[in-house]
């Protein structure tokens, strides 16, 4: 595992993909390259407002592990947040400093198992990155990822998603929206409907769950309830308020 050191960078580019959220690429400067494995995160210590004192918030590497100069990070607005306000505070130009990489959501080699991906909201980055890593895999596994958002409005990466499975057609992926607008022809319900109805034996699946703390619990259990296999889980945030990683 790659020690957890201190980086700067700077803001090369931002992109505005919905209403709320938006990915950033950072340019490492000193050092001027990160190790990592897809899934890990970096963090950032950051001022809170609200108790004047700082905190520190993980972001998961959304990007692959292959492009260790450049990473991108995938943010959601959270009103008031001090994580969130400050990241969505940064301009290109700008240079910011944070720690990592760090955390146990890993890819894992294990060329025996397909993967199953599910993840609600933001927690698609760390799973972009894992996507990304696997396709550079001499031996790539066969995926499948379910990603539950909310409405039209909150879609990103669908262009990217389709690109990807033309590129490798073993591999496919379903979008679904829990609280639709009129006019959706896609999936509708959340992501759990997905599982339930969609996944059958387990025994060959290794699973990557990233999202919500109700999507991750709910999901175990329906996997569990369907075999034996490895669960890997983190956790962004639950009804608390908290996040935290498995
Ligand atoms: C290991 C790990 C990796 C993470 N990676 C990402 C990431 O790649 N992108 C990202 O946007 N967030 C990520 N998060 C969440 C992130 O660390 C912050 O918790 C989030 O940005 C809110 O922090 P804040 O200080 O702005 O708001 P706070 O004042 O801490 O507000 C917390 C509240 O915001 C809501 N919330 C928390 N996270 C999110 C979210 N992602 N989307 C919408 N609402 C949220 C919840 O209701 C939560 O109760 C990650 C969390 C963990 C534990
Ligand atoms: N995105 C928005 O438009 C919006 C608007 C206002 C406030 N917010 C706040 O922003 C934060 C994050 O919003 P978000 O939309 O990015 O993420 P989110 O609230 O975590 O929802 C993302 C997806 O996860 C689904 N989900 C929730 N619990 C689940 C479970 N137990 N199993 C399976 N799927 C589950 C949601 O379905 P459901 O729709 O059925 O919950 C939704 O489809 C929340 O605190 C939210 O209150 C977001």
Not at 18 to 31: A, F, G, K, N, W
């Amino acid at each position: 595992m790659s020690p957890v050191q201190r980086f700067t960078a700077k803001v090369e580019k931002i992109e505005q993909l919905t209403h709320d959220v938006r990915q950033i690429d950072l340019e490492l400067i000193d050092p001027a390259r990160i190790e990592f494995k897809a899934g890990q995160f970096v963090s950032f210590e950051v001022p809170d407002a609200r108790t004047g004192r700082t905190v520190t918030r993980p972001y998961s590497i959304a990007s692959s592990p292959g492009s260790p100069h450049v990473i991108s990070l995938l943010l959601n607005l959270v009103p008031g947040g001090p994580g969130s306000t400050y990241l969505f505070g940064l301009r290109e130009g700008d240079t910011a400093a944070f720690a990592g990489p760090a955390g146990h959501f890993y890819l894992r080699e294990d060329p025996a198992r397909d993967l199953l991906f599910v993840a609600t909201g933001t927690g698609i980055a760390p799973i972009r990155s894992m996507l990304m890593a696997n396709a550079e895999r001499s031996h790539p596994a066969r995926v499948v990822l379910f990603w539950g958002l909310r409405s039209q409005r909150d879609l990103y990466y669908q262009d990217e998603l389709a690109a990807w499975v033309k590129r490798h057609p073993e591999n496919s992926f379903l979008t679904t929206l829990s609280r639709p607008e009129p006019g959706w022809a896609g999936m509708t319900g959340r992501v759990t409907q997905l599982v339930q109805e969609r996944v059958g034996d387990v025994s060959r699946l290794a699973v990557y769950l990233c999202g919500n703390s109700g999507m991750i619990k709910d999901v175990t259990g329906l996997i569990q309830a369907k075999g034996l296999c490895p669960i890997f889980r983190e956790k962004y945030y639950d009804d608390a308020g908290e996040g935290q990683a498995d």
